[in-house]
Every structure is written in C-alpha cells, then in structure tokens.
C-alpha cells in the first residue's frame, strides 16, 4: 500500500527516513530512491518496537522476534 506524496512525507518524517528519487538513465525506469537502511519492528496496534541497523544478521531479528512469541 502505498500513499500520495504528503502521506508518504508525513510516514518519513515520523520514523526519521531519508528518502531522495535520484534521476539514473541506468536504471529500468529512469530513477533510483536513495533511502535510509533500517528494519523497523511495528506491531499490529502500529506501535515502535524495535529497529534493526542495516547488516543485522538474520540470526539476531529471528531471535528478536522468537522472544516475542
């Protein structure tokens, strides 16, 4: 699901995102999005549970979510 610009800007902006369209000949349809890189945790209800760094092994989100369980 995805929202109009303004809703896709007030979503940024609440979870601290950069985001940036970057004009790229190269790419299959001529741009590129330069973005943060991080897995956020939300739960069903929408609240902040947590945030994984880019490179988090795979191990540590299973474990992560294990204990959730």
Known sequence: M???AAQ???????????YER???????DGYA?????ALYLISPEGDWLGQFAYGTPASEIVAD????L
């Open 8 to 18: 896709t800007r007030a979503a940024a902006d609440s979870f601290r995102i950069y």
């Open 2 to 4: 995805a929202g109009d």
């Open 33 to 37: 999005m330069s973005h943060s890189p």
């Open 65 to 68: 979510l294990q204990a959730r």
């Open 22 to 28: 970057e004009d790229n000949a190269d790419a299959p």
